[in-house]
């Protein structure tokens, strides 16, 4: 009964995640076991990105110890970007506003604003990939402004301006990370 009951308390989780539902994320730190949960949807989401990274890595051939450590490292930026992200918007918005929420408790509403990230494999679907990219990226975006609007008690313009500045960054670090696995992987097909 107890596994049914998480089961059915992940979903809700993510159905709220998933719909931008903003008492969701203003209230989701008081939830049981909440940033387990955001936790765990950005280990999903990076999950996600390091196997559709290995999907496309195949396409270079690579030798097995190439592809373990472009996946993981393709993980790993996802994870790393995820706190650093957090961390900017925390350091960001105690230089702008001194009464600002404890970092931890920040963490829970961008962690989830990650969810749809966790799709992110089906980015590898050939003619599919970059308005599937766009639209998770967008979508990811939206969840990040509700979750800083929510965890900074800020309003929207200036939750968007965090987001929307951090989000870009984080961005264009794991996409330099991508380009360097697969420029390492296979350096002879790029130039």
Known sequence: MGQRHSIRGLRRVLADALTLNQDFYEHSYRYPKA??????????????????????LLLYRPFLPQLVVGVLINALAVLAGYYLWTYALWKL????????????????PVGFAYTPQILNLLTVIPLLGRPITLALAGWTLLGAIAAVRAGLNTGLVKAALLAGVGFTLVQVGIGLVQAGVQDWVAPSLLQ
Do not use: D, F, K, Q
Not at 94 to 108: F, G, M
């Open 35 to 56: 940033a387990r949960s955001a936790r765990g949807i950005v280990g999903l989401a990076a999950l996600s990105h390091g196997l559709g990274s290995g999907l496309i």
């Open 93 to 108: 918005n105690t230089l702008l506003a001194p009464s600002t929420p404890p970092y931890r408790e920040l963490l829970i």
